[in-house]
């Protein structure tokens, strides 16, 4: 069994920073890429950053230069640093791993449970 916990949501005003953290745990052998989505009311899921396994990072255009991803591997977790919030930003976060639970399976997209963000005055 696979859990990926985040944590680090919360209500910031516009200008401001959170930094959200997202930690793996259970039957892991290995994890490829972690990433970052994002849910708005109303809207679709959308891709915020992704990061793998030898750090390499890509963003949406809407974040880039504001949002900052890194990943610990040696703790199976991955952050996403994020500054110059805009309401715009509001959106639950979901994390998302790509994980091999043994040697020789496939990899596997796991899913966070979220964690809400509210950019407001």
């Known amino acids: 069994q696979v859990q990926l916990v985040e944590s680090g949501g919360g209500l910031v005003q516009p200008g401001g920073s959170l930094r959200l953290s997202c930690a793996a745990s259970g039957s892991i052998f290995s994890i490829s890429n972690m990433g970052w989505y994002r849910q708005a009311p109303g809207k679709q899921r959308e891709l915020v950053a992704v990061i793998t396994s030898t750090g390499s990072s890509h963003y949406s255009n809407s974040v880039k230069g504001r949002f900052t991803i890194s990943r610990d591997n040696a703790k199976n977790t991955v952050y996403v640093q994020m500054n110059s919030l805009k309401p715009e930003d509001t959106a639950v976060y979901y994390c998302?791993?790509?994980?091999?639970?043994?040697?020789?399976?496939?990899?596997?997209?796991?899913w966070g449970q979220g964690t809400q963000v509210t950019v407001s005055s």
């Open positions: 998302n791993a790509d994980i091999r639970i043994r040697v020789g399976a496939g990899l596997l997209g796991y």
